[in-house]
């Protein structure tokens, strides 16, 4: 049974699934997302996602420590 509102639903659904593709196809990789950091602490939200992260470090032999910066006594 053909109904006169088919036609319109059908271009309904397609012009919805074609605003969905073009969308996707806007947004950023997941690289580029990493790489832009657009969110507060970081492009993981502080969590660290990778497994290894060190649980201690020695700042005298600079064990796991991968930078410094030395910080004045006293800012006047």
Same mark, same amino acid.
């Given at each position: 049974?053909?109904?006169?509102? $088919?036609? $319109?639903?059908? +271009?309904s !659904?397609? %012009? +919805?699934?074609? *605003?969905t593709?073009?969308? %996707?196809?806007?947004? &950023? $990789?997941?690289?580029e997302?990493?790489g832009?950091?657009?969110?507060?602490?970081? &492009?993981?939200?502080? !969590?660290?996602?990778?497994a290894? %992260?060190? +649980? %201690?470090?020695?700042?005298?032999?600079?064990?796991?420590? *991968?930078?410094? +910066?030395?910080? &004045?006594?006293?800012? $006047?």
């Amino acid at each position: 049974m053909n109904s006169p509102h $088919t036609g $319109t639903f059908l +271009l309904s !659904v397609f %012009a +919805l699934a074609s *605003a969905t593709v073009v969308a %996707a196809a806007d947004l &950023p $990789t997941p690289d580029e997302y990493r790489g832009n950091w657009p969110r507060f602490r970081g &492009p993981d939200g502080g !969590v660290v996602a990778k497994a290894g %992260a060190p +649980l %201690a470090f020695d700042a005298k032999s600079g064990a796991n420590i *991968a930078w410094s +910066l030395a910080v &004045p006594a006293s800012v $006047t």
